[in-house]
T-cell receptor, first 114, second 112 residues
Framework: GAGVSQTPSNKVTEKGKYVELRCDPISGHTALYWYRQSLGQGPEFLIYFQGTGAADDSGLPNDRFFAVRPEGSVSTLKIQRTERGDSAVYLC????????????FGPGTRLTVL | LAKTTQPISMDSYEGQEVNITCSHNNIATNDYITWYQQFPSQGPRFIIQGYKTKVTNEVASLFIPADRKSSTLSLPRVSLSDTAVYYCLVGDMYSSASKIIFGSGTRLSIRP
């Protein structure tokens, strides 16, 4: 498809488990963003990639969260030792160049930690 | 770091013009203003972006006064499908993405 895709759409896991969330950005978009959205709140920035490198990871809440984008396209957000407070919708967005350009969002992955 | 303030919710009727105002008193010289729309169970969708004065596209207009301390998103002749959450955000055109803050948005409800 032409848009940003995210898999899985829903993920239910148990406290303490490890999860991986995948994002396929729009082809040719160099910038990729991860956000987390809790119910009734706006998206909260987590990390921004420009190409293969993380240009800004200041939004990652702690060292249990990690993201990679090894070939400058697909990105994976990894969460270790999940906690109930990690439950949220995780959104991915991509943009053509980065700052100042329109971000295209995926539908999100709803993570539920039991 | 510019922070935005928007009304929590607004109601209107089909066919009306809706104006949503956002305050960003601490906006910096390099900051641009962007509005996104979000439907339930979907990611946000870009509506419009501007730096100063007025910007218009096929779906909305954005009015920005000279001091840039606020901006107004104008939706002409709304329909039921415009019911959504609208986010105003400001971001530095030359710095990292972390300065882009969405806030809680304005929940717009359109009635028949």
């Amino acid at each position: 498809g032409a848009g940003v895709s995210q898999t899985p759409s829903n993920k239910v896991t148990e406290k303490g488990k490890y999860v991986e969330l995948r994002c396929d950005p729009i082809s040719g978009h160099t910038a990729l963003y991860w956000y987390r959205q809790s119910l009734g709140q706006g998206p909260e920035f987590l990390i921004y990639f420009q190409g293969t490198g993380a240009a800004d990871d200041s939004g990652l809440p702690n060292d249990r969260f990690f993201a990679v984008r090894p070939e400058g396209s697909v990105s994976t957000l990894k969460i270790q030792r999940t906690e109930r407070g990690d439950s949220a919708v995780y959104l991915c967005a991509s943009s053509l160049k980065g700052q100042g350009t329109e971000q295209f969002f995926g539908p999100g992955t709803r993570l539920t930690v039991l | 770091l510019a922070k935005t303030t928007q009304p929590i919710s607004m109601d209107s009727y089909e066919g009306q013009e809706v104006n949503i105002t956002c305050s960003h008193n601490n906006i910096a010289t390099n900051d641009y203003i962007t509005w996104y729309q979000q439907f339930p169970s979907q990611g946000p969708r870009f509506i419009i972006q501007g730096y100063k004065t007025k910007v218009t596209n096929e779906v909305a207009s954005l009015f920005i006064p000279a001091d840039r301390k606020s901006s107004t998103l104008s939706l002409p002749r709304v329909s039921l499908s415009d019911t959504a959450v609208y986010y105003c955000l400001v971001g530095d055109m030359y710095s990292s993405a972390s300065k882009i803050i969405f806030g809680s948005g304005t929940r717009l409800s359109i009635r028949p």
